[in-house]
């Protein structure tokens, strides 16, 4: 099963990541996640494969989109994954999966976590 890499080219970790990972020679699935947004599902197998992380987990807490979810705390988790689906700029970057375990790659060296 290929890596992949939900990617946003805009993000300079998101390209350090995805640098390395061609650099040690895999050639990841490489999801630009603002141009193809994770469905539910998928945000859910990918929580379940960072251990049973929360959707809060991989939120990211900058922009206009963050400052309009209010009180996130107040937020169901399928209320977050929603609102990362309608707005995937939610989503914080790059994930990385690997078969079925995922790292968010905050800092960019969590990527050899799960990558060899």
Known sequence: M???IYHN???GTSRKVLGW????????KVVEYLKTP????????????????A??????RKGDA?????D?????????IAKMVAEPVLIERPI???GNRAVLCRPAERVWEIVG
């Not at 990972?21 to 990841?28: F, I, S, V, W, Y």
């Not at 996130?72 to 977050?80: E, I, R, T, W, Y």
């Open 38 to 53: 994770p469905d539910a599902a998928a945000l859910k197998k990918i929580l379940v494969g960072m251990g049973g992380a």
């Open 55 to 60: 959707p809060a987990d991989i939120l990211r």
């Open 96 to 98: 990385v999966v690997n």
């Open 9 to 11: 080219p805009n993000c």
């Open 72 to 80: 996130v705390a107040k937020l169901k988790p399928d209320q977050l």
């Open 66 to 70: 963050y400052e309009a979810l209010g």
């Open 2 to 4: 290929p890596i992949t």
């Open 21 to 28: 990972l061609k650099e040690k020679g895999h050639q990841p």
